[in-house]
């Protein structure tokens, strides 16, 4: 069983989307076998319960206030992992995920001993971190580079709304989604757990509207204006007030126009199609809000601090008046297909029994593989050991994709996610020369050899039985034996001094 520990927290000050989109993530790994902790400080308005209550064990580390260091949050951290019986005695985490804008690199090594691999969950991109995989959900300007230089060259990148983590409802009811082009009748509100007035301005603002609709609007209890809320749907029929919600997707299905902040909502809102009144609530929303805005999915009023209840009642005047675009729904749910939290899982718990897809390399693959080749450890079994300028490699990758002599694959996850590239190419003699490299994040679990097996099977549909060789360092003792396990076998080559020559045997195969 997986063992999965994830540090995240929710506030009033910070809001509920940290832990939201971590219980999204949990909720799968849980569902495909994994044992998933959770790590918590417990200010006003934690959902240390509401974590508790979905199944999942929380280790509540002290409130304090806001001024704990990253080096005092991780002795905290591990010192909780200590009281955890399934992690005591030196055992490790298979995974750590921090979900946290005030934790980063420091917090990352210092808690590294622990786990066997760890990943961020980040938006900002405004510190370094130094992790496995790096997890940005976010749809911005630059959004596929703008972690270059904080990661290392090996971290693996999920970039973008493809890996949105979303609640498994929504891609459950998208085939349910009608955006027809009619008049907006059913508005949703929701501005999360960090809002201190906008829900309220916007309760008024409805009040304003002369023709009939229904308003759900989303506010907790706990929120200091649940009952100003209350009295003025007292007033106002066509003002329904709820509390808090397992998730929106339903309410978001039976509605036709959002009014909320840019933050998690975004993609899920994407994912079925809603278009959105929004007002940002901090200054790490506004990318987000600018780029949504310039695709035409939403209409950003501007930060908090300059909405008035006249601005929300214009802009909701102006939505109501005109019918839905049909064209602009299908472009969300374009954008976000509600399986990103599966694609991650893909990631976090991908082992040699799963299936695994071959696909023809491609151009727009070239960055991928730079980065896999230029990873240390790559690097350090390679015949040429230092660094590939990206100049070099665009040359190489293109002569290569292109060649009929070469048959260039990418492994894949049955959900899209890259393992690592295999390449046979043709040699002067007619056999074939496999090299092949694992995506960082995917080693030492056994991949190997699966995916070798499977190129291989891909290489004799095509040529039937190929002479399949292979060169390897003599200190790469794992890629020796993977070779032998498929059947190579191996002896020194007189061409490379030091090296050793692996010739498949046909008579034991590839995948015997």
Same mark, same amino acid.
């Given at each position: 069983m997986k063992r999965v520990v994830i540090r995240a927290d929710a506030s009033a000050s910070i809001g509920s989307g940290h832990v939201m989109r971590c219980l999204a993530l949990a909720e799968l790994l849980a569902a495909r076998g994994a044992d998933v902790v959770f790590v918590s400080?417990?200010?006003?308005?934690?959902?240390?319960?509401?974590?508790?209550?979905?199944?999942?064990?929380?280790?509540?580390?002290?409130?304090? !206030? #806001?001024a704990w260091t990253p080096e005092q949050d991780a002795s905290d951290f591990l010192a909780a992992l200590d009281r955890l019986a399934p992690l005591a005695g030196g055992e490790r985490a298979d995974w750590v995920i921090v979900d946290h804008y005030g934790l980063g690199e420091v917090w990352e090594r210092t808690v590294r001993p622990l786990a066997s691999r760890v990943m961020a969950i980040?938006?900002?991109a405004d510190r370094p971190h130094a992790v496995d995989v790096l997890l940005d959900q976010n749809l911005v300007g630059a959004f596929e580079t703008r972690y270059d230089d904080l990661v290392g060259a090996g971290c693996l990148k999920l970039l973008g709304p493809r890996y949105a983590l979303l609640a498994k409802n929504y891609a459950a009811l998208r085939p349910q989604?009608?955006?027809?082009?009619?008049?907006?009748?059913?508005?949703l509100v929701y501005f999360g757990g960090a809002d201190t007035g906008l829900t309220m301005m916007t309760a008024e603002a409805l009040t304003r509207l002369p023709q009939p609709f229904c308003a759900t609007i989303v506010v907790e209890d706990r929120n200091d204006q649940a009952q100003a809320v209350q009295s003025l749907a007292e007033l106002d029929g066509r003002i329904r007030p709820v509390g808090r919600l397992p998730d929106l997707a339903s309410a978001m299905l039976s509605s036709d126009i959002f009014v909320g902040a840019s933050g998690t909502t975004s993609w899920e809102r994407l994912c079925l199609?809603?278009?959105?009144?929004?007002?940002?609530?901090?200054?790490?929303?506004?990318?987000?809000?600018?780029?949504?805005?310039?695709?035409?999915?939403?209409?950003?009023?501007?930060?908090?601090?300059?909405?008035?209840?006249?601005?929300?009642? =214009?802009?909701?005047?102006?939505?109501?008046?005109?019918?839905?675009?049909?064209?602009?729904?299908?472009?969300?749910? #374009?954008?976000? !297909?509600?399986?990103?939290?599966?694609?991650?899982? !893909?990631?976090?718990?991908?082992?040699?029994?799963?299936?695994?897809?071959?696909? =023809?390399? =491609?151009?727009?693959?070239?960055?991928?593989?730079?980065?896999?080749?230029?990873?240390?450890?790559?690097?350090?079994?390679a015949f040429s050991t230092g660094p590939i300028s990206r100049e070099v490699h665009a040359g190489w990758f293109a002569r290569r994709v292109d060649s009929s002599d070469i048959l260039f694959l990418i492994a894949e996850t049955t959900n899209g996610i890259a393992l690592g590239q295999v390449r046979f190419e043709l040699q002067d003699d007619g056999g074939w020369e496999i090299s092949y490299l694992l995506a960082p994040a995917f080693r030492g679990l056994g991949l190997a050899r699966k995916i070798l097996a499977t190129a291989?099977?891909?290489?004799?549909?095509?040529?039937?039985?190929?002479?399949?060789?292979?060169?390897?360092?003599?200190e790469n003792t794992a890629s020796m034996r993977v070779f032998a396990a498929l059947g190579f076998v191996g002896a020194p080559a007189p061409e490379h001094a030091g090296a050793i020559r692996f010739i498949l045997n046909r008579e034991q195969g590839a995948g015997d």
């Open positions: 400080r417990a200010p006003k308005g934690n959902l240390i319960s509401e974590t508790e209550r979905r199944g999942h064990k929380v280790l509540p580390l002290p409130a304090g !206030d #806001d980040d938006d900002l989604v009608r955006r027809p082009a009619t008049i907006p009748a059913n508005i199609g809603l278009p959105a009144i929004v007002i940002t609530l901090a200054t790490n929303q506004v990318p987000l809000a600018q780029e949504l805005a310039r695709r035409g999915f939403i209409n950003w009023l501007g930060d908090a601090d300059a909405a008035t209840a006249d601005l929300i009642a =214009a802009a909701l005047a102006s939505a109501v008046s005109k019918p839905t675009d049909p064209r602009s729904a299908q472009a969300m749910m #374009d954008m976000v !297909d509600g399986a990103g939290a599966e694609r991650v899982c !893909d990631v976090l718990l991908h082992n040699a029994g799963d299936d695994i897809m071959m696909r =023809a390399a =491609a151009a727009t693959d070239s960055d991928l593989v730079l980065a896999w080749a230029n990873d240390p450890g790559t690097r350090r079994y291989i099977e891909r290489l004799t549909l095509l040529h039937p039985t190929p002479i399949v060789t292979g060169l390897v360092k003599p």
